[in-house]
């Protein structure tokens, strides 16, 4: 397949193994994320593979145990404030650093993209100390605001990709018939660049929810995120109704994910 | 100058005046996250660069010591004020629970000093006059050694190289030279080569897996790209956690991996492949290997496909045709994608920790065990220091190669 008609048998044969190579790294790089997907719905507490019999039991145990209860309650919080903070704040930043006129943009956007780059156990360490001297360690404040500086660089990297095919000339036309700068923004260019603002929103949210290293060292007991839980409870001893938590996980991934290949795919349209 | 030339500069300022508010009206829609980023994000690191080399606990405990020390020969053994001094700051220590402080901090660069501080604070305790100096040569022949007085004199320094210069296995002596650590206690420069050797190791592997992965997304039919593209970025999308968890379960002893191997009779017994660094870095090569395919991807995508065919309708062997005319185009790709997991794999905590082995543990691990469990703050900084100026100076290397704008997701 996809070769000219003169390629040689070697030709064949060499583009028959690469393309089988290439299949080979696709399933290894599926396969593992739908194993744990049996394994929670069996009914043994060890990790066989065909499940023998199939139960909920760990379904059961997870959504009855008030600990992992309360930890996607402190996610879910975590999450949603640093979605609201970290967009508000990435999206007008990117309309600033769209504009032709700004200044220093090379420095100002490697400032705005460091926290991607940072090691996350530095930006850990460094809010643990920092925040530790206004009380702000082990407080669920704490947490969105390391959060949020973790979540900024996603959303200006999405709305600055989408203000790029953003024609401005739709924002002048609408001040020049009399809109005001904000019913100008908010009626005109907000609704174009949705699409990326909603995508910055959805990768701000994963960020968050599924941050282990900031909460690790943010987090008593009282805050502790779904991630932490789970990151403990399989260091303890790997039980179960991880593989169901890391099921729903899955399906949380796959949805949030299904989102943006829409919002994408409409905004290639 | 001129006219023209005078002209020329008048215009240029002028254009430079008008366009002005325009530049402040861009700069101040980015001012919040600007400010934000400071106060959350660069003032903790900030921070923990203050941490690495603070010093406090000298200073605040012993006052009228390193007073008393000034006139000091830095050669004898002190005369009775100095210990008279410092009689009087273990008494004000003990009554404010400080002397703990003083004692653990003064442990790191002499050992037993923890002990010595505190019998000493106790013996002050019940002292209530003079020669001070014989009670303490009495106690501990080692309050009376030059040595342990010329290091309590430096660390009167609000400041000190000591936990960087520990991070990378130097060591102060009493003199002020610098020299290498000898034996069980050089174990920091072991962490930071291992913590590069893995990022490189899965760099490599992600490349050598991710490189024809991404030649193929190129050539294969639009439907089957669209699905191969989203084999790629699910894992991406996933929770790191939920990978790793995958990792745990596929790599134990008794775990499907080895279930299968044997059921092949590939092995004879069954492997130990989770806590190995085998284990850790086939995790971490998983991980990252949607990171290394995305940006080749994105450089092969805009190389014509009919060069090949050009250098093949030329004569060239398909090897020769590969390697002289594509490969070379795809480097841009290929050094982005490296980088990027390079970067990222030198901060790997996580997988490590549930994957990998006492041996495999990152420099990101030892941190965390010097903030949790030994409670000493200035060495993890430390760490966090080397570890960051190392990253940085890759990610400077990745901007001054690739430029943060070609930073993509997807």
Redesign the interface.
């Known amino acids: ?2 070769l ?1 008609s ?1 390629a040689t048998l ?2 064949r044969l ?1 583009r028959t193994l ?2 089988a ?3 080979a ?2 399933m ?3 396969a ?2 739908f ?2 997907v049996p ?1 929670s719905f069996s009914k043994d507490p ?4 065909p499940v023998r019999e199939y139960s909920l039991r760990w379904y059961a145990d997870f959504f009855g145990n008030a600990r992992w209860m309360n930890a996607i309650f402190n996610s879910a919080v975590a999450a949603v404030m640093t979605t609201i903070l970290a967009t508000t ?2 999206t ?2 990117a ?3 769209s ?1 032709p ?3 220093a943009r ?1 420095l ?16 850990a ?7 530790g ?1 206004f009380g702000l360690t082990n407080t669920r404040t704490g947490l969105i ?2 959060h ?2 973790l979540a ?1 660089p ?1 959303v ?3 709305v600055t ?1 989408t203000l790029s095919t953003y024609d401005t000339n739709l924002t002048r036309a609408a001040l020049s018939l009399g809109a005001s700068p904000s019913s100008a923004f908010f009626r005109v260019t907000l609704p174009s660049i949705m699409p990326g603002v909603v995508s910055g929103a959805i ?1 701000a949210f ?1 960020t968050s ?2 941050e ?2 900031v909460a ?2 943010m987090t008593a007991a009282e805050q502790r995120t779904l ?1 932490v839980q ?2 403990s409870g ?2 303890d001893q ?1 039980n179960p109704t ?2 169901a938590a ?1 099921t729903l ?2 399906a ?3 949805t ?2 299904a989102m ?2 829409l919002l ?1 795919r409409r905004r290639l349209k | 100058m001129t006219v023209a030339e005078i002209d020329r500069v008048n215009i240029f300022m002028a254009v430079r005046r008008a ?1 002005k508010p ?2 402040r ?10 400010v ?2 400071v106060v ?6 900030l ?2 660069l203050v ?1 690495a080399v603070g010093n406090p606990e000298t200073n605040e405990v012993l006052p009228r010591t390193l007073g008393a020390l000034e006139s000091w020969d830095g050669v004898s053994t002190p005369d009775e004020p100095v210990y008279a001094a410092l009689a009087a700051d273990l008494k004000v220590a003990k009554a404010n629970s400080t002397a703990a402080l003083l004692g653990k901090r003064l442990n790191y660069e002499i050992s037993g000093m923890r002990s010595r501080v505190l019998a000493a604070a106790r013996m002050v305790e019940k002292l209530d006059t003079g020669l001070y100096r014989e009670k303490f040569l009495e106690m501990n022949r080692d309050w009376g050694s030059p040595e342990t007085w010329a290091i309590i004199k430096r660390n009167g320094a609000s400041f000190t190289p000591y936990y960087l210069l520990t991070a990378l296995d130097l060591k102060q002596t009493p003199n002020g030279s610098i020299e290498r650590v000898q034996g069980d206690q050089a174990i920091f420069l072991d962490v930071l080569g291992r913590t590069l050797f893995v990022a490189g190791l899965v760099t490599l592997f992600t490349l050598i ?2 490189y ?2 991404a ?3 190129t ?3 639009k439907a089957i790209a669209g699905i ?1 593209i ?6 991406l ?14 790599l ?1 002893s ?3 991996i080895n ?1 299968v191997l044997m059921t092949l009779h590939l092995t004879g017994e069954r492997l130990q492949l989770i806590f190995t660094r085998v284990g850790t870095v086939i995790a971490m090569t ?1 991980i990252q ?2 990171f290394t395919i995305l940006p080749i991807y994105s450089v092969m995508r805009s190389i014509p496909t009919t060069q090949l ?1 050009a250098a ?2 030329l004569g060239a062997p ?1 090897s020769s045709a590969f390697w002289r005319i594509y490969a070379p185009q795809t480097l841009p790709g290929v050094v982005a994608g490296c980088l990027m997991t390079f ?1 990222l794999s ?2 790997y ?2 997988t490590p ?2 994957v990998g082995g006492p041996r495999d543990q990152m ?2 691990n030892f ?2 065990v010097y ?1 949790n469990r030994d409670l000493n ?1 200035g060495l ?2 430390a760490l ?1 220091v080397v ?2 100026v190392v ?2 100076a890759i ?1 400077l290397l990745f ?1 001054r190669l690739v430029g ?2 070609k ?4």
């Open positions: 397949m996809w000219p003169y070697s030709d060499m690469v393309v190579f290439a299949l790294v696709l290894f790089l599926i593992p994320l194993i744990i394994l060890f990790f066989t593979l704040l990435g007008l930043a309309l600033g650093i504009r006129d700004f200044p090379r100002i956007m490697a400032l705005l993209i460091s926290p991607m780059i940072v090691p996350i156990v530095i930006v360490v460094g809010s643990y100390l920092f925040f001297q605001l390391a949020t500086a900024t996603f200006v990297i999405t990709a990768f994963a929810f599924d282990v290293v690790l060292f991630p789970m990151f399989i260091r790997i991880i593989m890391a996980l899955l949380l991934s796959i949030l994910f943006l290949a994408t | 366009e325009a530049r009206a861009a700069l101040s829609l980015a001012l919040p996250l600007i934000f980023l959350a994000f660069v003032a903790p690191i921070y923990l941490t897996l991710g024809p992965v030649y193929v997304l050539i294969a039919p191969m989203l084999m790629v970025l699910l894992p999308w996933t929770s790191l956690l939920v990978r790793t968890t995958a990792w745990v379960v596929l134990q008794d775990g499907i279930d998983h290997l949607p065919r093949r309708s398909p970067i030198l901060g905590y996580i920790a549930l420099v990101s941190i965390s903030i703050w993890a900084a966090g570890l960051l990253t940085l990610y901007l943060a704008d930073i993509k997701l997807g």
